[in-house]
């Protein structure tokens, strides 16, 4: 199957997930906690119109206070910490959190030092790990819908008011 | 083959400084390209300024290592660059573990300024009257009794915050007031701080202030074993995997005395350029977008991304990550025809979009005169890259120092004299169509020596040191290796990004707060890269 095709039933399956929780679109911030640039480089291509997730209803927004879901990269360096969870409380709950790439599942080759954090779930609650170095944009597609589908599962449970 | 530079009539740097400083060195070392030269810790000041001043000599990194185990002192090491020949001239100053101190040359030498401060927060060496001795690296809540880089540092400390307040410059004055921008940017980028004082809409001043991302990476770098090193230093700075991870490699088989294969060399060098291709090509996508004009950047995403695709396709990633390795490469590029009609096709491809772009007055409007960087000042902070070479310096370390198969092949180096976000552009997009040559140059040169080793058994690696280099898409890469007990010791590492880093803070002044995200993105910097 060519990439082209991969993406289309991907994203038509993301897009329906999204409409049928969020109505319209997935607002995602992304915090870039301490990254090498890889995972920035794979969230910018989704953008481009190869990928274009804007059709399936996925849109970067500017501040954490219009997203749904932050997008961690990185393995919160120290420098990064309190910026990471200042962006935490400033996005409104219910919040999605997903963990992008190897060192922001757990610190991958930077471990866990007096500078680097060892991964984002040491610092806010994680919803899903997308793992890779960097993961390549349908994997980041694929990470956000399983995000989604823990959302669901939240709201059935009542975890959250909606 | 390239002409040889002629040299004949200028008097060897490295015999001048004998002559000239005689009394104050205290012994020389010479191994391939790189003269060190120890010295009395007080003259240090005045040989580097003659370096700098009359010798032409660009100091390219400084460093510490901290020797108090073996050798009872701490080093201070200051690599200059030669104009003109392939040489290194390293002075060093060894400082006693008790007397923290050491004289600054910043007033002498602007490029020193970071690397002073650098070494202050990692090894607690004072750099004596530098004028500027604010925290750089270690934020102000780290505590002061705790220097990273010092051996009989843990690296798996978690030293505690503690209270501490760090100063930015303040500008005064009716109508002037501040933006500060960062660490989360609003756009896909990596964290870092921005603080502009501004009357009205120009840029009266900017302080950057950057090392959010700081990793550890150089003290990570003692701490794994030398395969996985090489993993390391491709996450430098995740787009310039390649070029961070051969001149780590170049640097390591300098210190073995090993010579790659030569197919091995064709591999990395097809590798390099392809890296400079998808990141230029970025560049030149990122100046469209910062101008508003969306339908260029659309072309330049999809010419980039094909380049990726062609990435995986040859390598196995987009990145171009788990080729290099120490003695050569991992694998063969095949189907060199295949391989070389594709890129043919891109080729024209890119050539349709930079007509295009360079055919919008509207976008040329905007990047002509903007954000100027003058030759003087890119010279004093020894700027680097395309950014470098787009204000009329002439160095590109693939013909001043070459290295894999550059000495093999034709290209030329791209300078422009505007000095503005035009002539970064313009420089790019040479080189873009310079590198799609180089990668047809070896792809020939790989064809003709089929089914040949692609590596290189290094064996155990005897202790010593050196230095490893490449030009990496945004300029000149440093990696300077010790080895000691087949385990790196000290591992410096210095990306393109901290030399130019300070100049945009010159090539703001002046200009509009909307020019600020293009002139920075025609500086195209890492900040992974930069904060280490």
Redo the contacts between chains.
């Keep these: 199957m060519s990439?082209d095709e991969e993406i289309e039933i991907m994203g038509q399956r993301l897009h329906s997930k999204i409409k049928n929780i969020f109505g319209r679109s997935l607002s995602i911030r992304?915090?870039?906690?301490?990254?090498?640039?890889?995972?920035?480089?794979?969230?910018?291509?989704l953008?481009?119109?190869?990928?274009d997730m804007e059709r399936f209803g996925i849109h970067?927004v500017?501040?954490?206070r219009h997203a749904d879901m932050l997008l961690v990269t990185?393995?919160v360096?120290?420098?990064?910490e309190l910026?990471l969870l200042?962006?935490y409380n400033a996005t409104p709950q219910p919040i999605l959190v997903a963990a992008m790439g190897a060192c922001a599942c757990n610190g991958?080759?930077?471990?866990?030092?007096?500078?680097?954090g060892g991964g984002v779930d040491k610092f806010v609650p994680v919803d899903v790990f997308i793992p890779g170095?960097?993961p390549?944009p349908q994997a980041v597609i694929f990470g956000i819908m399983l995000a989604i589908d823990k959302l669901e599962q939240k709201i059935s449970k009542r975890e959250v008011v909606v | 083959m390239k002409e040889e530079l002629d040299t004949t009539h200028i008097m060897d740097p490295v015999q001048i400084i004998r002559k000239e400083f005689a009394s104050q060195i205290i012994s020389e070392t010479v191994s391939n390209n790189e003269v060190y030269f120890s010295v009395k810790k007080d003259s240090v000041v005045e040989i580097c300024n003659y370096i700098y001043s009359h010798l032409d000599g660009q100091l390219i990194t400084m460093f510490a290592t901290d020797q108090r185990k073996t050798d009872g002192y701490f080093t201070v090491k200051y690599v200059f660059s030669m104009e003109g020949i392939d040489k290194f001239i390293i002075i060093q100053i060894e400082i006693e573990a008790e007397k923290t101190q050491f004289r600054s040359i910043t007033h002498k030498i602007p490029a020193a300024n970071w690397y002073e401060r650098e070494i202050q927060d990692m090894f607690g060496l004072v750099p004596k009257r530098h004028p500027d001795p604010r925290r750089l690296v270690m934020f102000e809540d780290w505590p002061e009794d705790q220097y990273p880089l010092r051996k009989d540092f843990d690296i798996n400390s978690k030293p505690p915050r503690v209270e501490g307040t760090y100063d930015y410059k303040k500008v005064e004055g009716e109508g002037i007031y501040e933006i500060a921008v960062g660490p989360v940017h609003a756009g896909v980028i990596e964290p870092g701080h921005f603080r502009f004082s501004v009357a009205g809409e120009p840029i009266i001043n900017l302080e950057i202030r950057h090392f959010y991302t700081h990793k550890g990476i150089e003290k990570q770098f003692e701490n794994i074993s030398i395969d996985k090193a090489v993993f390391l230093a491709e996450r430098v700075s995740g787009d310039n995997s390649v070029a961070h991870a051969v001149a780590f490699c170049q640097a390591i088989e300098k210190i073995a005395s090993v010579d790659i294969p030569k197919c091995a060399k064709y591999v990395r060098t097809v590798l390099l350029e392809l890296e400079r291709l998808y990141n230029h090509v970025s560049d030149i996508g990122g100046i469209a977008t910062d101008v508003g004009f969306a339908v260029g950047s659309a072309h330049a995403g999809i010419l980039k991304e094909k380049l990726m695709q062609l990435n995986e396709h040859v390598t196995g990633s987009r990145l171009l990550r788990g080729m290099v390795m120490i003695g050569g490469v991992r694998r063969d590029v095949k189907d060199i025809s295949d391989l070389s009609t594709r890129l043919s096709l891109l080729e024209q491809e890119f050539r349709d979009l930079i007509d295009f772009l360079i055919e919008t007055p509207s976008l040329v409007d905007r990047i002509e005169t903007t954000g100027i960087i003058h030759n003087d000042i890119a010279r004093a902070l020894h700027v680097v890259g395309p950014t470098g070479r787009a204000s009329g310096i002439d160095y590109d370390v693939r013909r001043n120092h070459p290295y894999a198969a550059y000495p093999q092949i034709n290209f030329d180096v791209p300078v422009r004299n505007d000095e503005d976000v035009y002539a970064r552009t313009v420089v790019r997009s040479d080189e873009v169509l310079q590198s799609f040559s180089i990668i047809q140059q070896a792809l020939q040169l790989l064809e003709s020596i089929a089914d040949a080793d692609m590596i290189v058994d290094v064996g155990d690696i005897p202790s010593g040191c050196a230095l490893g280099y490449t030009e990496a898409p945004r300029g000149e890469t440093i990696y300077w290796v010790m080895m000691g007990d087949g385990k790196i010791e000290r591992c410096k590492l210095r990306d393109p990004s901290y030399c130019n880093w300070p100049a945009i803070e010159y090539a703001v002044l002046d200009n509009i707060v909307p020019d600020f995200p293009l002139i920075n993105k025609s500086f195209s910097l890492s900040y992974s890269g930069n904060d280490m």
């Design positions: 990439i992304e915090v870039d906690a301490g990254s090498c640039n890889g995972c920035e480089v794979e969230v910018n291509a953008s481009n119109p190869i990928y970067i500017a501040s954490p990185g393995p360096s120290r420098n990064m910026a200042k962006t991958g080759i930077f471990g866990n030092t007096y500078a680097s170095c960097p390549r």
